[in-house]
């Protein structure tokens, strides 16, 4: 399973977890949800089970549980600000659609 994050998602990861001293890292899940069927959560980590596996990128930790890993395996995950927009940005070759708007995804 593999996980690619691009130097300017590293940075913001950094900056994020600055603010939070107690995570351990930070976890990125999929949840069920939205027009298309699943969604990315990013969050601290503040415990990590059995079922999580850790990737250490640039010295930030990355959790991810196995159900989860499995549907974003290959996946890039990029920072990008647009004007006034900002947005980490997933890019899922498992992916089958998106929504319009971008928050959801099926596979």
Known sequence: MELSITDNAIKRFKA??????DAKGLRISIKP???NG???VLDYASDISNDD???TFSDVSVVVDNESLQLIDGTEIDFIEEGFNQ?????NPNATGECGCGESFSI
């Open 38 to 40: 699943y969604s990315y």
């Open 53 to 55: 596996q850790i990737m």
């Open 87 to 91: 947005v980490f940005k997933f890019t």
């Open 33 to 35: 949800t939205g027009c």
């Open 16 to 21: 994020n977890l600055s603010n939070n001293p």
